[in-house]
């Protein structure tokens, strides 16, 4: 492959690299004395993939990026003003998506800086709890509580509970369908912390929604500027990276399946190469769909849940993406290139039977990769990261290591392999 292809695409990717780990360094150190870890763990899609699974991601997909970057420059009838045009519309679409997250009017807990969320809890801490139905003013007069406070609530009961969606409340009314009774029935609301109906939590999550917006905008008054966290400023540059990230490894990906069979017959020697790093990609990159849908469920749980049904989040197209690559670019597909194995056909049925038992993956999520999760299972997940990036850059290793064990074992001993 061309040094030029190795060039182009390690500088581009050590750039990601640092577009992705510069944001989980800088909520470490800019909310150390607050609650970095409610944060990092309630936010997980972000300060947590992305520095692990996606740098992982990125190691995997080097060798297919080369290879593909090579192919159109070199095996491609007007490759190079092709892949010049690819390139700068993918880097559109990334600024397109980006501007699109600065501008949601939905925004972040993390976004506000320190000490103003510091300075909420200390008022707070003064007033009189004076929410609920029994209190002396009523369920009417409840106000959201302190904005960390309400996400700490969400980590501490969450780790809890097996399952977290029974508590949230459906905001979005369909005014042509009756009222279910159940919407009177008094359940914990947490922005309020009391037990409200829905209606009464509703309000109170739409007070929580206009609370943190305005707390974390930085147009307007010298005051709200001065209210943004240095993460939210670091964040928002990064998120171009990471737009453009995910939308070149899915391009990348669909146009090596397109392109499979002449990339097998120019880089035998490197096919293996390609087709573990694409594997272990798109492994990789489904941890990011796990951990986006379970911060849904803390986004539901502060902000009302404003959809009926299966939500669409941008992660969710990397499902049938990974089944794509997982059904091509396994070593079968290179002895039989038109059959399907039972394997593959299997991953593509569990795929869409994840898809359609969303509640219960959505829980799943949030109790093992998102607010409700335990420190022990992100030390193991960073393990099989490690383990994983081990395999990318020693693929002959396990065999290097069991190949030892049958020679130490002893005589007439069944081999390790």
Same mark, same amino acid.
């Given at each position: 492959?061309?040094?030029?292809a190795?060039?182009?695409?390690?500088?581009?990717?050590?750039?990601?690299?640092?577009?992705?780990?510069?944001?989980?360094?800088?909520l470490?150190?800019?909310?150390g004395?607050?609650?970095?870890?409610?944060?990092?763990?309630?936010?997980?899609?972000?300060?947590?993939?992305?520095?692990?699974? =996606?740098?992982?991601?990125?190691?995997?997909f080097?060798?297919?990026?080369?290879?593909?970057?090579?192919?159109?420059w070199?095996?491609?009838?007007?490759?190079?003003? /092709?892949?010049?045009f690819?390139?700068?519309a993918?880097a559109?679409l990334?600024l397109?998506? =980006?501007? =699109?997250?600065?501008?949601?009017?939905?925004?972040?807990?993390?976004?506000?800086?320190?000490?103003?969320?510091?300075?909420e809890?200390?008022a /707070?801490?003064?007033?009189?709890?004076s929410?609920?139905?029994?209190?002396?003013?009523?369920?009417?007069?409840?106000?959201?509580?302190?904005?960390?406070?309400?996400?700490?609530?969400?980590?501490?009961?969450?780790?809890?509970?097996?399952?977290?969606?029974?508590?949230?409340?459906n905001?979005?009314?369909?005014?042509?369908?009756?009222?279910?009774?159940?919407?009177?029935?008094?359940?914990?609301?947490?922005?309020?912390?009391?037990m409200?109906?829905?209606?009464?939590?509703?309000?109170?999550?739409?007070q929580?929604?206009?609370?943190?917006?305005l707390?974390?905008?930085?147009?307007?008054?010298?005051?709200?500027?001065?209210?943004?966290?240095?993460?939210?400023?670091?964040?928002?540059?990064a998120?171009?990276?990471?737009?453009?990230?995910?939308?070149v490894?899915?391009?990348i990906?669909?146009?090596?399946?397109?392109?499979?069979?002449?990339?097998?017959?120019l880089?035998?020697?490197?096919?293996?190469?390609?087709?573990?790093?694409?594997?272990?990609?798109?492994?990789?990159?489904?941890?990011?769909?796990?951990m986006?849908?379970?911060?849904?469920?803390?986004?539901?749980?502060?902000?009302?849940?404003?959809?009926? =049904?299966?939500?669409?989040?941008?992660?969710?197209?990397?499902?049938?993406?990974?089944?794509?690559?997982?059904?091509?670019?396994? /070593?079968?597909?290179?002895?039989?290139?038109?059959?399907?194995?039972?394997?593959?056909?299997?991953?593509?049925?569990?795929?869409?039977?994840a898809?359609?038992?969303?509640?219960?993956?959505?829980?799943l999520?949030? /109790?093992l990769?998102g607010?409700?999760?335990?420190?022990?299972?992100?030390?193991?997940?960073?393990?099989?990261?490690?383990?994983?990036?081990?395999?990318?850059?020693?693929?002959?290793?396990?065999?290097?290591?069991?190949g030892?064990?049958n020679?130490?074992?002893?005589?007439?001993?069944p081999?390790?392999?």
């Amino acid at each position: 492959m061309l040094r030029s292809a190795h060039v182009f695409v390690a500088v581009l990717f050590a750039v990601l690299g640092i577009a992705f780990i510069t944001p989980t360094a800088v909520l470490i150190w800019e909310f150390g004395a607050t609650d970095w870890p409610t944060l990092l763990f309630a936010h997980s899609h972000l300060f947590f993939f992305f520095p692990v699974f =996606g740098v992982l991601a990125l190691v995997a997909f080097y060798r297919p990026s080369v290879a593909f970057t090579d192919f159109y420059w070199r095996h491609v009838k007007f490759g190079g003003p /092709r892949f010049t045009f690819g390139f700068a519309a993918v880097a559109g679409l990334a600024l397109w998506f =980006g501007a =699109g997250l600065a501008n949601s009017e939905l925004r972040s807990i993390w976004e506000i800086a320190p000490k103003v969320l510091q300075a909420e809890v200390q008022a /707070r801490l003064a007033e009189p709890a004076s929410c609920g139905p029994n209190s002396p003013s009523g369920a009417s007069a409840c106000k959201s509580q302190p904005i960390l406070q309400a996400l700490q609530q969400v980590r501490e009961l969450g780790q809890r509970r097996s399952s977290i969606s029974d508590l949230q409340r459906n905001c979005k009314i369909d005014p042509l369908v009756e009222r279910p009774p159940s919407d009177q029935a008094l359940r914990y609301c947490f922005p309020a912390g009391a037990m409200l109906n829905v209606s009464e939590c509703c309000r109170v999550q739409q007070q929580f929604r206009d609370d943190v917006r305005l707390k974390a905008s930085a147009s307007g008054s010298q005051s709200l500027s001065t209210s943004r966290s240095i993460l939210s400023r670091i964040d928002e540059v990064a998120n171009y990276f990471k737009s453009f990230f995910v939308i070149v490894i899915f391009v990348i990906g669909v146009l090596l399946v397109i392109w499979q069979r002449r990339i097998r017959q120019l880089y035998p020697k490197g096919l293996e190469d390609i087709e573990n790093g694409i594997l272990i990609g798109a492994v990789a990159m489904i941890f990011w769909f796990l951990m986006d849908y379970g911060y849904q469920q803390t986004s539901d749980l502060l902000f009302g849940r404003q959809h009926a =049904g299966f939500p669409l989040r941008l992660s969710f197209v990397i499902i049938p993406w990974a089944v794509l690559l997982m059904l091509y670019f396994t /070593r079968s597909v290179r002895a039989q290139d038109t059959q399907i194995n039972p394997g593959q056909l299997l991953i593509a049925v569990l795929s869409s039977v994840a898809a359609v038992q969303y509640d219960k993956i959505a829980d799943l999520s949030f /109790r093992l990769l998102g607010a409700g999760a335990e420190w022990w299972i992100y030390a193991f997940l960073l393990c099989i990261s490690l383990l994983m990036l081990t395999l990318i850059l020693s693929p002959n290793i396990l065999q290097k290591v069991f190949g030892q064990m049958n020679e130490d074992a002893p005589d007439g001993s069944p081999p390790l392999t």
